[in-house]
C-alpha cells in the first residue's frame, strides 16, 4: 500500500509540472534539485509536497532557470503555518546521506517549519546523517538550536550524538556533563552512551586508565558489555601498549560468554604483531579457529606484516596461499605490506615481481604502492628509477599526494640535487598540493648541508607565510645549518625568534649554539652560554660537553678542557668515544703524547675506538718522533 501511495504521489507531482519541457521525468528516476542548483537531494520519493494535500498548495511555486550545461529546477518554497514534509523522505534523504553540508541545514531550515513538528526521531536522523559526514560542531549547533527554541525535548538517542560528536572533537569531559544530564532526565543508560564514552577516553593516551575504570564500573553495575564495547577497549589497550591487558579481558570475554567475534582476535592479533610477538599472534590464531571463528583479510595481513617484519618471507608467502585456498582474498593493502617490507630490506627486485602479481589479477595499484617502490628505489640511491615510478603513477590517473613528492624530494635533497628538489617543491603547488611540515624541514635541511643555509631561512619564512607552523626539529636543523656555515647573526637572531614565540628550547639548541660560536671562533661567548645552562634549568649532556671540549682544544686551552672532562666525569655524564678522541687529539696537536696515550688507553678500556683523525696523527707522530709501536699496533686494532 505504501508504495502505491508513493506512486500516487509521485504521479500527482509529475502531472503538477507535466506542462514544463524543462523537467524531466517518466519512466526512470525523477530527480528534483533543491537550494543547491549543483546537488541532487535525493531520488524517489523526494515528497516535499503535502503528503497529506491530495493537491499541491498555492504556497509551492516552481521557477524554472536554464544553464548553459543542464536544464535545472530550482523549488522556491515558503512554508505555511499547514505545511508538513514527508516523514518517509526525511528518513529516506538521511538514509542516503547528503553531497554537501547545505543540503543538510537546507532540509533541518525546512523541518523547523512544517507544523505540526515533526518528532525527536526525524531530527535524530538528520544528525546522525550529518555525523557520518564528520561535521561534528554543526550538528553540536543543531541540537542547541532545537533547545532554545523549545522544539522537541531531546531523548537519549539526540543526546548520545551530542557525547559522540564532543568524543570526536576530544571533549570527552563535556561528554561526561551530558551523561549527568541524561541522568538528570531520568532516561536509563545503554551500552551505547557508555561505549561512545569509553571510546572518547581511549582517544585520549593518558585517559586510558579512566576508560578501563569506567569499563568495570559498567559491568559491576549490571551492564552487560556487547562485543562492541569491549572491541573498543580492548583497541585501547593495545594502542597503548597494553596487550597482557586485552588479552586478560578476553580471557574474561569467554568465561562469561560475551561473545567474543573476528574484530576482538583481529586487534589482539594485530597488537602481537605490530610487537614482533608473532608466535603468540599465532598462538591466538589457533585458539580462534579452534572456536569456530573465522579468520577475515584482516587477520591476515596482520600475521603476514608480522611475518615480513620478522624477515619470514617464506612463511608470509605459505600464509598468502593459505589465505588464496580458503577463499580469502588478498587486498591491495595484503600485496602493499609484502612489498613495503620487501622494500625496506633493500629487495626491490622481489618487490616488483609482487607489483606485477598485483596487475595480472587485476589489482588496482594505489597511491600507497607507487610510494613504497618509489621509497624502495631512492633507499638504494636510484632516483632515476624513482622518478619513473612517479611518472608511471602520473600517467596511469593515480594522482601523487604529499608523500609522494616528499620522498623525491628527501631523495634529491641527501644527494644534494637541489635544483630538482626545489623543482618538485614547486611543482605541488601547480598540482594544488600543499607542502606539509615534512617537505618543508627535508627542504631546509638539504639546503643547509648544500652550504644554503640563507636561502633555507626563507623556506622558514615562506613556510610561515603559507600558515604551516614550523616545530623544534624545523628550527634545530636551520639552526644547525646557520652555525655550520658561521652565520652566528643570523644563527643568534633565530634564536632569540625562537625564545620570543615561547618555544621550549631544550638542551640539544643551546648545544648547537655553543658549538656554532665555538666554529666561529667565539669561545668566551660559547663558555659564558655554556655556564649559564643550569640557570635556565639544564644539564648539558655528553654532546654538549665533547662540544666545549673541543671548542678548548682548538684555542690550546688544554689544561681547562682536562678539568672540564673530570667535571664532566664527577657530574655523572659519561664521556663517549667521540669525547676521549676529541680531547685526545688537542693534546697530540700541542705534541703532548704521553697525556694522549693516556687519555687513548682509558678509551679503549671502556670499550671505545680511536677514530681515524685519531689514527692518522698516531702515525704521522710516530714517523716524526719514534712512537713506541706497540701503542700504535694496539690503537690500530681497536679500530
Excluded at 5 to 23: I, Q, Y
Aim: glycine share 6%.
Amino acid at each position: 500500500r505504501e508504495r502505491e501511495r508513493e506512486r500516487e504521489e509521485l504521479t500527482m507531482m509529475k502531472r503538477a509540472v507535466v506542462a514544463s519541457s524543462n523537467l524531466r521525468h517518466g519512466g526512470g528516476v525523477f530527480s528534483l534539485q533543491i537550494g543547491n542548483p549543483k546537488s541532487t537531494i535525493c531520488t524517489i520519493p523526494y515528497l516535499i509536497f503535502l503528503t497529506n494535500h491530495p493537491i499541491l498548495d498555492h504556497n509551492f511555486r516552481f521557477s524554472f532557470h536554464h544553464t548553459s550545461t543542464d536544464r535545472k529546477v530550482e523549488v522556491v518554497n515558503s512554508f505555511s503555518s499547514s505545511r508538513t514534509m514527508s516523514s518517509k523522505f526525511v528518513r529516506e534523504q538521511c538514509k542516503c546521506g547528503f553531497t554537501n553540508l547545505d543540503d543538510a541545514l537546507l532540509l533541518f531550515n525546512q523541518m523547523v517549519q512544517m507544523r505540526p513538528l515533526p518528532s525527536i526521531v526525524y531530527f535524530t536522523q538528520l544528525l546522525s546523517a550529518i555525523v557520518r559526514m564528520k561535521h561534528y560542531t554543526t550538528a553540536i549547533s543543531l541540537l542547541k538550536k532545537i533547545e532554545l527554541l523549545g522544539i522537541v525535548e531531546p531523548d537519549v538517542y539526540s543526546l548520545n550524538i551530542l557525547i559522540n560528536c564532543y568524543c570526536h572533537l576530544n571533549r570527552v569531559d563535556i561528554g561526561f556533563s551530558v551523561l549527568g544530564r541524561i541522568l538528570k532526565l531520568g532516561y536509563e543508560l545503554n551500552c551505547i552512551t557508555l561505549t561512545t564514552l569509553i571510546r572518547g577516553l581511549c582517544d585520549d593516551e593518558d585517559r586510558m586508565g579512566q576508560a578501563v575504570e569506567l569499563f568495570n564500573d559498567m559491568v559491576v553495575k549490571g551492564f552487560q558489555p556487547d562485543v562492541v564495547t569491549c572491541a573498543t577497549i580492548m583497541n585501547g589497550l593495545c594502542k597503548t601498549g597494553n596487550t597482557s591487558a586485552a588479552i586478560g579481558l578476553l580471557k574474561k570475554m569467554e568465561e562469561r560468554n560475551w561473545g567474543a567475534d573476528n574484530v576482538v582476535y583481529n586487534t589482539i592479533i594485530d597488537s602481537l604483531c605490530k610487537d614482533r610477538l608473532v608466535a603468540e599472534a599465532f598462538n591466538l590464531f589457533s585458539v580462534m579457529m579452534s572456536k569456530g571463528i573465522l579468520p577475515s583479510v584482516v587477520t591476515y595481513n596482520s600475521l603476514i606484516h608480522g611475518l615480513c617484519s620478522l624477515n619470514k618471507w617464506k612463511e608470509a608467502t605459505r600464509l598468502l596461499n593459505e589465505m588464496v585456498n580458503r577463499k580469502i582474498g588478498p587486498t591491495v593493502r595484503t600485496f602493499n605490506i609484502l612489498v613495503d617490507a620487501l622494500c625496506k630490506e633493500g629487495k626491490i627486485a622481489e618487490a616488483v615481481d609482487i607489483v606485477e602479481v598485483m596487475i595480472q589479477r587485476g589489482e588496482e595499484l594505489n597511491v600507497v604502492t607507487y610510494n613504497t617502490l618509489m621509497d624502495g628505489y631512492c633507499l638504494q640511491g636510484k632516483f632515476h628509477e624513482a622518478k619513473k615510478i612517479f611518472n608511471l603513477m602520473v600517467g596511469r590517473g593515480c594522482p601523487p599526494d604529499v608523500h609522494s613528492y616528499n620522498i623525491l624530494i628527501n631523495g634529491y635533497c641527501k644527494k644534494r640535487r637541489m635544483a630538482e628538489a626545489l623543482r618538485l617543491f614547486h611543482e605541488m603547488s601547480r598540482v594544488r598540493l600543499a607542502p606539509d611540515i615534512v617537505t618543508y624541514t627535508t627542504l631546509i635541511g638539504g639546503l643547509c648541508h648544500s652550504g644554503k643555509p640563507l636561502a633555507a631561512r626563507e623556506i622558514l619564512n615562506e613556510m610561515r607565510a603559507c600558515g604551516q607552523d614550523p616545530d623544534l626539529m624545523t628550527y634545530s636543523t636551520l639552526l644547525d645549518g646557520l652555525c655550520k656555515s658561521q652565520h652566528l647573526v643570523e644563527a643568534m637572531a633565530l634564536f632569540q625568534e625562537m625564545e620570543e614565540i615561547g618555544l621550549h628550547l631544550n638542551i640539544v639548541f643551546y648545544s648547537i649554539l655553543i658549538d656554532g660560536m665555538c666554529r666561529a671562533g667565539n669561545l668566551e661567548a660559547a663558555r659564558e652560554l655554556f655556564c649559564s645552562l643550569s640557570t635556565k634549568g639544564l644539564q648539558p649532556n655528553t654532546h654538549t660537553y665533547t662540544i666545549m671540549i673541543n671548542g678548548l682544544c682548538k684555542e690550546g686551552l688544554l689544561s681547562e678542557a682536562n678539568m672540564l672532562l673530570k667535571k664532566m666525569e664527577e657530574s655523572g655524564c659519561s664521556p663517549d668515544g667521540c669525547t676521549y678522541n676529541v680531547i685526545a687529539q688537542g693534546f697530540l696537536r700541542n705534541n703532548e703524547i704521553s697525556r694522549a696515550v693516556q687519555l687513548l688507553h682509558e678509551m679503549v678500556e671502556k670499550g671505545f675506538s680511536a677514530d681515524a683523525s685519531t689514527v692518522t696523527m698516531l702515525m704521522d707522530l710516530s714517523d716524526n718522533s719514534g712512537l713506541n709501536q706497540s701503542v700504535l699496533e694496539m690503537f690500530h686494532k681497536s679500530t
